[in-house]
């Protein structure tokens, strides 16, 4: 079998160009990964273990010594071990005395010690120079090369020397290397590995929350009420009529929630007459959290869709459909083409298409790939101008949907508004608060305020 030269060149360990020797205290899986890919960008790599009997699992390449003797060879030593083994570091705290050592441990729950690891390794060998780094790294990605996700390391440390020296090893293995400052940011670090969606959560909740207050509002109006006063038996509602309603429903709600904050920052902003003053803490996390809601409320828009493409294939549809033709031919009846309701029909799902095609634009520029190709202008752009945009069609192809229902009285089931009318409430509200706040009167000393103009200097926090 015919081998690839190029691919070959590229593993190979750069012979010509070799750099210094790197140190690794433990043969585990990350150990062994990072020794694995250290060679490759031409490093020699010596591993410090117990035993010193060669394994196949070690890189072959790579030199296997006791802890001390590695330790002698090397200016940087990874440590690759868990904190709970760092007390046999102490014996060789002379050995290791001036050394960069690198901490890439992590922790099995958030703040699960008083100190992070890398402190309390600096604390045991105040004598050598302690680096966090590599713990955002998993060893999966190192074997597999599919280090897209996780290319950025972040680097810590209180000397900026052995600091410099760590970052140059990550930017030769091909990573991103990011300066957090002194040790004492050590323990955010090690806590980002164990943060499940963080910016998520209250989202999700929302999202969750809205849409089983929204479903069992639908089965109580569709299902329940016609059961009790209309003797039908619509309990197969529950799989696509209702989902259909609500996901249009949470789409459009959310959509307006993602630019509620800025409404809610802008009215604080002219009340206060500044930008320097903090927003309130629950407004901050609502305003991180946007992109969030907007990608969950673009998932319930496809879902939707979805919805609606199946909705000619349910057996009701086709049964109201046969029944309404044999009704009318049994009643010799023939309705003629409405005109209005032709109108209504086609803008309606025209407003549907238009706003669903705005919403997909804004999820794509919302992608870490896409988004790092454009623009401050440009992003801000989209997300803001075709994103209102966005907004004004969905809430029209709303409006058209049920426009001739609102002064309906049989629309109020229980006295309840239906569900679309609720949906209306958030993003109108939205829409005619920025409208007001774009009249020039408005906008003018909004613009000045943000671009630094103070009210009142003397009062500004």
Not at 53 to 61: H, R
Not at 171 to 186: F, I, N, Y
Request: with cysteine; hydrophobic share 45%.
């Amino acid at each position: 079998m015919n081998k690839n030269p190029s691919n070959t060149m590229a593993l190979a360990p750069n012979t010509s160009n070799k750099r210094e020797t790197v140190c690794i205290f433990g043969t585990g899986d990350f150990g062994r990964a990072l020794g694995h890919k250290m060679i490759q960008c031409g490093y020699s790599v010596v591993y410090g273990s117990r035993s010193t009997q060669i394994s196949n699992l070690i890189p072959k390449d790579a030199e296997v010594l006791s802890h001390a003797e590695a330790a002698q060879k090397a200016a940087v030593i990874i440590i690759a071990i868990q904190r709970q083994h760092y007390n046999f570091l102490v014996p060789l705290a002379e050995v290791l005395h001036g050394k960069v050592l690198v901490d890439i441990s992590n922790n099995l729950k958030l703040n699960q010690y008083p100190e992070s690891n890398a402190e309390y390794l600096a604390q045991l060998l105040p004598g050598s120079k302690v680096v966090k780094a590599f713990n955002t790294v998993s060893a999966w990605a190192l074997q597999s090369g599919t280090l897209d996700a996780s290319r950025q390391v972040f680097v810590c440390g209180d000397d900026a020397e052995a600091k410099q020296m760590v970052m140059n090893i990550v930017r030769a293995l091909g990573l991103t290397p990011l300066d957090k400052g002194s040790l004492l940011a050590a323990q955010e670090v090690e806590n980002y590995p164990l943060q499940l969606f963080p910016m998520w959560k209250f989202p999700i909740f929302l999202s969750l929350g809205l849409a089983v207050f929204f479903f069992f509002y639908c089965l109580a109006l569709d299902v329940i009420y016609t059961y009790i006063y209309e003797k039908n038996n619509f309990s197969f509602f529950i799989a696509i009529t209702i989902p259909n309603k609500v996901c249009p429903v949470m789409a459009l709600i959310l959509l307006a929630l993602v630019y509620l904050p800025g409404i809610f920052a802008a009215i604080i902003q002219l009340y206060r007459g500044t930008k320097y003053s903090r927003f309130p803490d629950w407004l901050d996390k609502w305003m991180l959290c946007r992109k969030q809601l907007g990608l969950i409320a673009l998932a319930f828009a496809s879902l939707h869709v979805v919805f609606t493409l199946i909705t000619p294939m349910r057996a009701f549809e086709s049964w109201s459909t046969s029944n309404r033709i044999i009704s009318q031919a049994l009643n010799n009846i023939t309705e003629p083409l409405n005109n209005t309701d032709a109108w209504l029909s086609d803008s309606y799902l025209a407003l549907g298409i238009l706003g669903f095609f705005f919403f997909v634009l804004l999820g794509i520029t919302s992608l870490p790939s896409v988004s790092n190709n454009v623009n401050w202008r440009e992003f801000r752009f989209v997300q803001s101008k075709l994103g209102y945009l966005a907004l004004i069609l969905c809430t029209a192809h709303t409006m058209v949907y049920g426009g001739k229902w609102f002064l309906s009285p049989s629309a109020y089931k229980w006295y309840l508004p239906d569900i679309y009318m609720l949906s209306l409430v958030i993003p109108c509200a939205v829409l005619v608060v920025k409208i007001v706040l774009i009249l020039p009167c408005v906008d003018k000393p909004l613009t000045q305020i943000r671009q630094g103009w103070e009210r009142n200097p003397k009062r500004s926090e």
